[in-house]
């Protein structure tokens, strides 16, 4: 009877160390978001100070079940069965739901997936009990639910979301008022005072929320704490003035990185002190149930099913050694999850100052926000004197210098945001905790950063609609957790229950699969992306630059093009379906690129240094012509997938065999093309000019001898129209790409005679 269980328990710990794996990636929005969005300090410092914060949180938790000493549901109404059936189900959605979101590259809340899978999986063994043990009354599941702590979460929730955004908002725009964007040239003055405010608050943080989690400090240290933190938190303000001063005067250190390094490490600790026993809590838990039924068992002889857990209501103490454990999956987690990074770009990306790509589409609600608030900002504006709006214009001016810089690596915010962030969200959930609230530390910090972006103009009226949208996104995002969390944990739970072992073992295999499957595909986007960023570069300054990075672009886009040519006419060939349907998705992939490289053009222009101006003509014909290009692709590989979705005949051989050959030839041709500009061996671009008049009228001969089969033997209008359509297209995509390289050889000659 031991073995079921024992073999559950090793399940659970195995799902335990992939929800810390997929938690961490999650999570690590928390504390990296300001440090690596600021560019205070190199991304090795951010993620060894952020290692240090979590490895010293994580040893020094007191590892308690946070979600179960809260009370969720009441332990003693559950068999030892009942409960284990609750975990396993808990442990399963979890893992499940933080790897989706991860893959998505959105930030939810571990504290809330966790206990609204703790209460689905509780309400649906409670309804199970309800009806088959008992006379089937759904009043009776208050005894088992706690309603009045999940209605107090849910409220939480709501307040954190609210009033971390507003309180953001409002402190940045003040310090903003106070530093303007010349922070530079202030912070002698008030960078003392600024640093003392909020090296206290943070210190005021790792105090409330991080000693009360350390089981080592006696109660007696922690009563002196509470009843003289007043005292505390103003000799600290005192202490860290001074230290502040001296940091500045006498060591040249700048401030305001040294609260981002402080804040970064503060916000780590608490997350791992406070939030692992989201990912090991649950199993701990199981492990002490399985302790107290097996004394049982062997004193007595009771059965799983039988035996009462009221002993687990109270607190469940970790092991140590499994604390120190867990910290070092988290700090390996940190440098090593791919996916980890992809949700701190979306945080940073949403608060990015001044454009950027978007990511998320404007919606109705997010237009009807910001034309609203445009109204209301337009109608507050003019109840101010022109004096004092003239004063707050000026505080918000962006120097010249920030205003041109425009490189792929610049800062998304400068360090007077990313420190608000920091120590907003420190004393936001230090207030939360000292008050018993059941606070999200994901909701508070990225509200903050959404407040404090808003407040800065981050927003303005080129991407608000997007940025709202994507805020909109995310938020729904968390409701969306709870909702599923509770749903997917409640299914799970019953199929436990009446597929007994059979079924457990198939929703591991399954969850495992996903996990593993998940990942595999979040690589392949990860290095897609990577590729993608050669086209999203708008820090192009020289003529050497732009011709580099314009002839990576002419290699990239006709090699893909090259490819698909070659595809399509051989699948065309076999009338295959299914492969001219995944051509047809992969062509969007192609469009997006150069899509994104017009996007940037504003950038490139704005990029250049004095002497390269006159190379914008250049740089914008030559995204023309690389636009007809794919455009001309575009109609071949849609045209003949249409052609083959609708059934109509297949193209007869001669035709197939004519295209081929003018296949062969371009394919010759592209990949003179690609080594051309891969190797920079421009000389070479009068060679394949030459080729031009060849390629054209050999695909003229096929035109003629395409309406000679009309005349004589061709009954089929859909081919016709088919065949024509390809010869045309690839008849403008020849005359494209040799437009293409007769433009870049005037430039580049002429780049060269201007050198010399």
């Known amino acids: 009877m031991e073995d079921i269980y024992l073999v559950m328990l090793v399940a659970l710990f195995a799902l335990a160390i992939t929800d810390l794996v997929v938690g961490v990636s999650n999570d690590a929005i928390n504390f990296l978001n300001s ?17 240090i914060g979590v490895a010293v949180g994580a040893i020094f938790s007191s590892g308690l079940m946070e979600v179960a000493r809260k009370g969720i549901f009441m332990p003693g109404e559950f068999y030892f069965e009942e409960i284990m059936i609750i975990f396993m189900a808990v442990m399963i959605t979890d893992v499940l739901l933080l790897d989706f979101f991860n893959s998505l590259g959105l930030p939810t809340s571990t504290t809330v997936s966790i206990v609204f899978e703790l209460l689905g999986a509780a309400v649906c063994m409670a309804v199970i009990k309800i009806y088959t043990q008992e006379d089937g009354d759904i009043a009776a599941l208050t005894d088992y639910i706690n309603t009045a702590k999940a209605t107090e979460i849910i409220i939480g929730i709501l307040m954190a979301v609210v009033i971390a955004f507003i309180v953001g908002a409002l402190v940045q725009y003040i310090s903003r008022l106070v530093f303007s964007f010349q922070f530079e040239k202030k912070i002698k003055y008030v960078g003392a005072v600024f640093g003392g405010l909020s090296l206290t608050a943070i210190l005021y943080f790792i105090l409330i929320k991080g000693m009360k989690s350390v089981p080592y400090i006696s109660q007696e240290t922690m009563d002196y704490v509470n009843n003289h933190t007043i005292i505390i938190v103003l000799s600290g303000l005192v202490l860290f003035t ?3 001063q001296f940091l500045m005067s006498i060591l040249k250190i700048n401030i305001l990185r040294t609260i981002i390094i402080i804040g970064t490490f503060a916000l ?4 791992a002190g406070n939030d692992l026993v989201n990912f090991i809590g649950v199993p701990i838990a199981a492990w002490q149930s399985f302790e107290l039924w097996q004394t049982a068992y062997n004193a007595t002889g009771v059965v799983p099913s039988e035996f009462s857990m009221t002993g687990l209501s109270g607190s469940v103490p970790t092991p140590e050694i499994l604390l120190i454990g867990a910290g070092a999956v988290m700090v390996m987690t940190l440098w090593l999850s791919s996916k980890a990074r992809s949700v701190v770009d979306t945080g940073i990306n949403l608060s990015r100052q001044g454009d950027a790509v978007e990511r998320f589409d404007p919606n109705w609600l997010s237009r009807g926000i910001v034309r609203y608030s445009v109204l209301f900002g337009n109608a507050i504006t003019t109840v101010l004197p022109q004096d004092m709006r003239s004063r707050i214009e000026n505080k918000f001016d962006k120097p010249s210098s920030h205003a041109r810089s425009k490189r792929f690596d610049a800062p998304a915010f400068d360090m007077v945001r990313a420190s608000v962030n920091l120590v907003v969200a420190s004393v936001l959930i230090s207030i939360g905790t000292n008050m018993k609230l059941p606070l999200s530390t994901t909701y508070v910090t990225f509200m903050v950063a959404m407040g404090t972006s808003l407040a800065d103009r981050a927003w303005d009226r080129e991407s608000a609609v997007y940025r709202v949208a994507g805020v909109l996104n995310v938020i729904g995002g968390w409701f969306v957790t709870a909702i599923v969390a509770f749903t997917a944990a409640a299914l799970f739970a019953s199929i436990i229950y009446f597929g007994g072992t059979i079924a457990l073992a198939v929703l591991i295999i399954v969850a495992l699969v996903l996990v593993v499957r998940s990942g595999i595909i979040h690589s392949r986007k990860a290095r897609d992306e990577k590729n993608k960023k050669k086209f999203n570069k708008s820090d192009i300054i020289t003529i050497n630059e732009i011709t580099s990075e314009t002839s990576e672009n002419i290699s990239n886009v006709i090699g893909g093009i090259n490819k698909m040519y070659s595809k399509t006419v051989d699948q065309l060939g076999y009338y295959d379906l299914s492969k001219l349907k995944k051509n047809y998705k992969k062509i969007e992939k192609l ?8 996007d940037n053009i504003f950038y490139f222009i704005k990029s250049l240094d004095e002497n390269s101006v006159e190379a914008s003509k250049f740089y914008i014909l030559t995204l023309d012509y690389l636009q007809d290009m794919v455009q001309s692709i575009s109609f071949i590989t849609r045209n003949s997938y249409n052609h083959v979705h609708n059934n109509h005949k297949n193209l007869k051989f001669n035709q197939i065999r004519d295209l081929k050959k003018v296949d062969d030839k371009m394919q010759i041709l592209f990949d003179e093309i690609t080594y051309t500009f891969d190797n920079h061996e421009f000389g070479n671009i009068d060679n394949l000019l030459n080729e031009k008049q060849d390629l054209l009228d050999y695909v003229s001969d096929l035109i003629q001898k ?14 016709t129209k088919l065949y024509f359509g390809i010869l045309l297209e ?7 790409t040799m437009s293409l390289l007769q433009l870049f050889q005037e430039f580049y000659n002429e780049a060269r005679a201007t050198a010399y």
Do not use: H, Y
């Open 242 to 244: 001074g230290i502040s």
């Open 730 to 736: 690839t008849k403008d995509l020849i005359g494209s």
């Open 35 to 51: 440090a690596i969005g600021s560019k205070a300090v190199s991304m090795r410092t951010i993620m060894i100070v952020a290692s």
């Open 591 to 598: 469009e997006s690129e150069v899509d994104e490289l017009k």
């Open 268 to 271: 780590a600790l608490a997350f």
């Open 706 to 719: 395409q309406i000679q089969r009309i005349r004589t033997s061709e009954s089929s209008p859909k081919n």
